[in-house]
């Protein structure tokens, strides 16, 4: 199992990593020094660096499983690329890349990737910095942070209206309703609980997606 965040790479190295390219964007790629190959995305990057871990110690037979990733719709000043229009061009580019070319790698073309997106709701009462609040799709009370297609049936009527994708950091928009559960009946989103999950730990964890242990949606 393996959490890819392109985001804190670029976050980290913005003067030297393109943001298009953290973004699954057009670019001019990067050439691996190590084994040669040509990338065009920092998330292909992240996933052969797992791969090449693997190999080194020889559990070339084992599924890699993405269980975490996803980009932040708000941050503080300090949090270079956390924004609406990162966190729509991010997901929305990663689900294309998977439902339309599948999982393939440079290292690893005929690799078949189960990817989850972190995550189905904003975390209003996570601890830590702005960010680690803002990986939703959702708010807490059901409004899209933003809109993106989720099948490839979807993507061929889809309009994008975003604003162009920014290495901006902060963000001062807040969500229009300011948060909250919402009392909505329509099935517009939904949330499936683990039969094998405690009570008292679906409860306490209403705000997140209990079908997979990262809270996200799978791909």
């Known amino acids: 199992m393996v959490n890819a965040y392109p985001f804190f790479a670029y976050e980290a190295n913005s003067d030297v990593i393109s943001l298009d390219y953290a973004l699954f964007k057009e670019n001019s790629g990067v050439v691996d ?46 949090e270079i690329g956390a924004s609406v229009a990162n966190a729509a ?11 339309t070319r599948g999982g393939g ?16 709701f904003n975390e209003d009462d996570k601890n830590g ?30 309009k994008d209206k975003r604003a162009p994708a920014t290495g901006g950091g902060h963000v001062t928009a807040p969500p229009i309703s300011g948060g909250g559960l919402s009392k909505s009946t329509t099935r517009s989103t939904w949330c499936m609980a683990s039969g094998e999950a405690w009570e008292e730990k679906l409860r306490g964890r209403r705000r997140r997606l209990p079908s997979d242990p990262a809270g996200g949606s799978v791909l």
């Open 33 to 78: 020094s190590g084994n040669g190959l040509r990338y065009f995305s920092l998330f292909d990057d992240q996933i052969d660096a797992a791969f090449a871990a693997m190999s080194a110690l020889k559990f070339n037979d084992i599924e890699m499983v993405v269980l975490e990733t996803g980009w932040p719709s708000k941050g503080d000043r300090t």
């Open 89 to 99: 061009t991010y997901n929305d580019n990663l689900i294309r890349r998977i439902l």
């Open 129 to 158: 910095p702005t960010l680690e609040r803002n990986y939703g799709l959702f708010y807490p009370n059901e409004e899209k942070v933003y809109d993106i297609p989720f099948t490839v049936e979807g993507m061929k009527t889809y």
């Open 105 to 120: 790698t440079p290292l690893r073309p005929k690799v078949d990737l189960t990817v989850y997106l972190f995550a189905m």
